[in-house]
C-alpha cells in the first residue's frame, strides 16, 4: 500500500532504477567513510545518465557546506552549464538538511529519492518540510526510505565507532 502523506498526496513507489542509482550514492557513502567522514553520498541524475556525484566533504574541505547533495548539484551544475537543474532526480542516502534541501528548491529540481530520515537535522520529512512546503515557489516529488535499512546501518556503525 502506498503512503498518503501531506495533502493526500500518494508517495511514489520506489523501482529497480531508484534502488541501481541509491547504490551508487552509498558507494559514495563508504568513500566519504573511508576518508573519515560522515557517510552520505548523493548523485544527480539527468535523462537517466549520472551528471553530479558527491560524497561528504565537510572535513577535507574544511567547508561546512561540503555536504554529499551540495557538492552533486555543483558538479552537475557545472556539467549542464546551468544552475537550474530542472527535471533532475537527486538521490541521496540520508534525508537533506535545510541547507541542502533549499540548494534543491533553488535548483528545481524535479524529484528527491532518499534513503533513511535525519531526525536530528532533516529538513524534507523530519524536522521541516522544506522540498515540497506550498510556501516556497518550487516543490518537487519525493520518495523516501529507498535502501532504507543499508543506508541507516552505515550511518549506526559509523557513529557507534565513533563513541
Known amino acids: 500500500m502506498p503512503h498518503v502523506g501531506r ?11 531508484d534502488e541501481d542509482f541509491m547504490r551508487q550514492a552509498l558507494a559514495l557513502a563508504d568513500e ?8 552520505v553520498g548523493a548523485v544527480v541524475v539527468m535523462d537517466g545518465i549520472v551528471t ?9 574541505h574544511n567547508d561546512p557546506t561540503a555536504h554529499a547533495e551540495m557538492l ?9 552549464g ?6 533532475a532526480t ?13 540548494a534543491l528548491v533553488t535548483a ?17 520529512r523530519s524536522k521541516f518540510r522544506i522540498a515540497d512546503s506550498d510556501l516556497l515557489n518550487h516543490r518537487m516529488e519525493i520518495t523516501e526510505g529507498v535502501l532504507a535499512a543499508d543506508c541507516l546501518r552505515r550511518l549506526q556503525r559509523f557513529f557507534a565507532e565513533r563513541r
Open 7 to 17: 495533502r493526500n498526496k500518494v508517495q511514489p513507489q520506489p523501482s529497480d532504477v
Open 32 to 39: 566519504a567513510e573511508q576518508r573519515g567522514e560522515v557517510p
Open 52 to 60: 553530479g556525484r558527491g560524497g561528504n566533504a565537510t572535513i577535507a
Open 72 to 80: 552533486a548539484l555543483r558538479e552537475a551544475a557545472q556539467a549542464i
Open 82 to 87: 546551468s544552475y537550474r537543474l530542472t527535471g
Open 90 to 102: 537527486v538521490y541521496v542516502t540520508m534525508e537533506p538538511c535545510a541547507m541542502c534541501a533549499g
Open 108 to 124: 528545481r529540481v524535479g524529484r528527491l529519492v532518499f534513503g533513511t530520515r535525519d531526525l536530528r537535522f532533516g529538513a524534507v
